[in-house]
Structure formats: C-alpha cells, structure tokens
C-alpha cells in the first residue's frame, strides 16, 4: 500500500525567501505525482504534475522534481510572497482508478 | 469555462441522518472522484465512476455510495451518519479512467454531523 509522506509538517519563513518542501512515497511504481495548494477551508488548486517519465516541471515561480529511484519529489517556490500562504499537498497516482494518495500537506506561512 | 462545482458548500447533520452531496465535472471531463478530507489530514479516496459505472473504491463502508448520471454529475450517499463522518468532501473531475489523468478539484462540501 502506497503511503506518501511530507516533511516538514508546518513552515514559516519571512517574504523573499527561496524555500523547498519535500514529499515522500515508499512504492516506487508511480504514474505521475501531482502538487496541490489549499488555501483554507478550500478545495485544491493543481500546482504541478510530473510523470513517471519526467524529471521536473515548471511554472512560473514554482518547480518540482521527482525521483522515482528514491521515492521523492520536492516543490521548489522562489522569492515566496504572503500570497503563498497555504497548506501545499503532494498526490502519487498508481495509473488504476484507486485514485490518487495524498500526504498530510505541509502548511506554509510567509511572513511580511 | 467553469471549473468542478459542488453542492451544497456547507451542511449539518445529525447522527443516524442521511445526506446528499452534489457534483458537476469540467465540461468534458467523464470521471468523477470523490475523496473525503478530514481536519489536519490529507484527502482519502472514496470513489471513482466512469460513463455512469463504478471503477474504483477506496477503504469506506458500504454506508457511502455514490452514483453518476447520464451527464456526468454525480451524487455521493452517506447513511447512518456517524460523527467520524464529519470532514471536507471533495469532487475531482478527469478526462478519462485511471487516476493517472491530472485531477481538477472542486471547492468541497463541508458536513458537520453533531
């Protein structure tokens, strides 16, 4: 059974800081992984998704990586604004229709 | 184009009660999931339907069921509610079967059951 882990659980970090969030899983046998934001009390906004085939991918101040060797990804967020603040989640999907497997999140505060 | 939509945004239940949680995809889109999300916890999947048939089922009791329609919009069931029910339920739309299509989340319904 996939389990999907996130390190740290909670951060806090003044504004125009570079910052890393880690996201890991113990089944290596991924489709793709998915990053998402939730502000509170909200549904999830799709940050990024990365296949199985793919290292990175990009948009705009954000990156993640995966490596499926090491059952890892991690989101990258450069020169993080206030506006960042949120709980951010990493999703494995196995490719079946279980669905995908979400850590607990890491909740994230940028101080002004 | 609009994203997923849910319905109600919020609700209150007793314990024992039933309710009633309404979803409609992105236009297109002919998967439904639904995943329950409990405080401080990340989404756990519930279900997913396909062209109006079951595909996938996640770890819930048979007290949850759902359903889809001929245009796609699906219904999730909960009887015999238990205070353990109490969370953000979540709809996420795809394209097509397979938890491997990018999936597009809706804003949630929140049940409280007192």
């Known amino acids: 059974k996939q389990e999907v882990t996130q390190i740290p659980a909670a951060l806090s970090v003044p504004e125009g800081e570079n910052l890393v969030l880690n996201c890991s899983f113990t089944?290596?046998?991924?489709?793709?992984l998915q990053w998402f934001r939730q502000d509170p009390g909200k549904g999830l906004t799709s940050l990024l998704l990365i296949q199985s085939s793919q290292r990175e991918q990009t948009s705009g101040r954000l990156n993640a990586s995966l490596d499926k060797s090491s059952g890892r990804s991690t989101l990258y967020i450069a020169a993080s604004q206030p506006g960042d603040s949120a709980t951010y989640l990493c999703?494995?999907?196995?490719?079946?229709?279980?669905?995908?497997?979400f850590g607990k999140g890491t909740h994230l505060i940028i101080q002004p | 184009d609009a994203g997923v939509t849910q319905s109600p945004t919020h609700l209150i239940k007793t314990r024992g009660q039933q309710v009633t949680l309404r979803c409609s995809p992105i236009?297109?889109?002919?998967?439904v999931s639904w995943y329950q999300q409990v405080l401080g916890q990340g989404p756990q999947f519930i279900f997913q339907?396909?062209?109006?048939?079951?595909?996938g089922r996640g770890n819930f009791p048979d007290r949850f069921s759902a359903r889809q329609f001929p245009n796609y919009s699906s219904e999730l069931n909960v009887n015999a509610l238990l205070l353990g029910d109490s969370a953000l339920y979540l709809c996420a739309s795809s394209l097509g079967i397979g938890s491997y299509n990018e999936q597009f989340f809706g804003p949630g319904t929140r049940l409280t059951v007192l």
């Open positions: 089944d290596s046998a991924i489709y793709n």
């Open positions: 339907y396909y062209e109006k048939e079951e595909r």
């Open positions: 236009s297109g889109h002919k998967s």
């Open positions: 999703a494995s999907s196995g490719g079946g229709a279980d669905g995908l497997t």
